[in-house]
């Protein structure tokens, strides 16, 4: 069962800008970084072969659904009643606002991340340190004795 769609077949979902609003226009309004990461990733679709390309679009559908379970789940918690323009203008705030939550706490972790490596790799390095066998120069290979001598 696809996506519901409103009238001449168009997407309920998020609204993507103005109808009246020309390709070109919404490009020229795209900021030169998000124009950059399009132009990358249409580059990196052309050299896809016909798997991988289905491959993406499967992850993308099944992101697509995980997404509207999600926004589905937190508009009943919300508790609010909402016509179809209001319902997509929700989901695309709660999808904006989750994502600022979840760099948010990527960026946390990363740093707790970085404030602890030093310490395990201090301890990682004790520990190597101690389960090698003390380096005598003595006895290193190049020592052993040699009988073609």
Known sequence: MGPPHGPAGQSMGPPRGPASQSIRDRWLAMPPEARQNFRRNA??????SPEERNVMRQRENSLRATVKRET????????VNLNPQERAQF???YMQERRKVEQTLRQEIEAERQKELPALIQQLKKEFQIDQPTRNPATKPADSVNPKK
């Not at 580059?43 to 896809?48: F, T």
């Not at 589905?72 to 508790?79: F, H, N, P, Q, T």
């Open 91 to 93: 989901e695309s705030r």
């Open 72 to 79: 589905d789940a937190a508009l009943r918690e919300s508790g």
């Open 43 to 48: 580059e990196r679709w052309m050299r896809m």
